[in-house]
């Protein structure tokens, strides 16, 4: 959804004098508004909002609102560093002042509003407030953005066993949802809702020896199952491993992926399971797998940190040329949940907002889980 609107420098509800200044406005793009679904408990919807300054002075962003469209009942809205949090300049790096958008410049806001309880918006409208350089406020108004409402593929465990970090927070700035790929003349973010599972010990340790040694971790080799009845759509075995988690090299643009499995599990739903280990897939292109069925094991390939397995569901079979979309996981129960990251490893999780066994469930940021399935 595309739109390019005027921004008068006027207090809102100021009577424009005959002198009011009209300048350029920022050319806003939201590139897909998922169906709500349900992490941590909680509705949400998760998107994007691009903002393009194409006139020739900076404007800085105050608030974002967003609001049902039909009704005009506020869903959430975003100002000072909540805000300045999830405005990022992709390709300016930390010299850019947060919440200006330079001239010529493009800002994406990730925002990921709660629903109030019962709402389900078919569109909502995008509203934001800023300041140009003479200090003078401007407020944008969104025409409707529609709500996708294709069907939410729910997917079982991706292990039987074990007990994982589910490693993932939109505000990472190399995270999975800040990662963007211009292909073909599109840019795309494949893993807006991916997930790294991390295995982990009782004591919180990700390694039982060597923790430069991938085959010492705790989830290396673990069986990897299939989250749905399936057809395999695409696989790739032929990616060595590093002798040292400390000597992965770089790798092309197009092997960050490792080894992987591509299964479709629904119409234009295709579930990545990547970074698998050299050998261990055990299906190809057109097999028809069962739910449950082992497809692969953890492995150490292509551009990862450690021993782990990335999960993300997209909208066609092609690594990094598809639009990521949402995916629900069931069979899980919270044990707990890092709030820092930091403490991987070294520091067992903290417990206190251990819940389930869960419905179905987008994972929350960075919790800790175990199937039950």
């Known amino acids: 959804m595309r739109l390019s609107l ?13 002198s009011a200044e009209t300048i350029q406005s920022l050319d806003v793009v939201i590139p897909l508004i998922s169906s709500p679904l349900v992490s941590d408990g909680k509705t949400i919807l998760a998107f994007e909002i691009h903002a393009t300054n194409l006139s020739d002075i900076p404007l800085r962003l105050q608030n974002v609102r ?15 560093e909540v805000l300045r949090q999830r405005v990022a300049q992709p390709g300016a790096g930390a010299s850019s002042e947060a919440g200006s958008i330079g001239a010529g410049a493009r800002a994406i806001v990730y925002v990921e509003p709660e629903l109030p309880a019962g709402m389900r918006p078919r569109a909502v409208r995008i509203e934001m407030d800023g300041v140009a350089p003479n200090g003078h406020p401007f407020t944008l108004r969104s025409p409707p953005a529609t709500v996708d409402r294709t069907q939410i593929p729910v997917l079982a465990p991706p292990f039987k066993d074990g007990t994982w ?3 993932h927070d939109p505000s990472w700035a190399r995270g999975h949802r800040r990662v963007i790929y211009t292909l073909d003349g599109r840019a795309r973010i ?6 790294d599972w991390v295995g982990v010990d009782a004591r919180g340790r990700v390694s039982t020896n060597d923790p430069d040694r991938p085959a010492d971790a705790v989830g290396y080799d673990a069986a990897v199952l299939a989250g749905a009845d399936a057809v395999v759509a695409a696989t790739r075995d032929n990616m060595g491993e590093a ?16 080894n992987y499995v591509v299964l479709r599990v629904a119409r ?12 261990s897939i055990i299906v190809r292109a057109g097999d028809h797998v069962r739910m449950g069925q082992a497809i692969g094991a953890v492995g150490f390939t292509g551009d990862t940190t450690g021993p782990h397995l990335h999960l993300h569901v997209a909208d ?8 990521g979309v949402p995916f629900l996981v069931r069979g899980m129960t919270e044990v707990g949940r890092y709030r ?12 206190d907002n251990a819940r389930g066994p869960l419905g179905p469930e987008w994972p929350g940021y960075n919790v800790v889980v175990r199937f039950t399935d």
């Not at 005027?6 to 005959?18: C, M, N, R, T």
Request: aromatic letters at 8%; charged letters at 15%.
């Open 190 to 195: 494949p893993g807006r809702y991916a997930v």
């Open 268 to 279: 234009n739903r295709y579930a990545f399971y990547e970074h698998l280990r050299p050998g």
């Open 6 to 18: 005027a921004l008068s420098l006027l207090a809102a509800g100021a009577s424009p004098p005959p």
């Open 340 to 351: 820092s990251l930091s403490d991987l490893g070294v520091k067992q999780w903290q417990d």
């Open 243 to 258: 002798g040292s988690i400390a000597g992965n090299p770089a790798h092309a643009l197009g092997d960050g992926s490792g």
């Open 316 to 323: 066609c079979p092609l690594p990094l040329a598809c639009e």
């Open 66 to 80: 967003i609001v049902d469209a039909d009704d005009g009942q506020a869903i959430a809205t975003y100002s000072n």
């Open 165 to 167: 970090v589910a490693v």
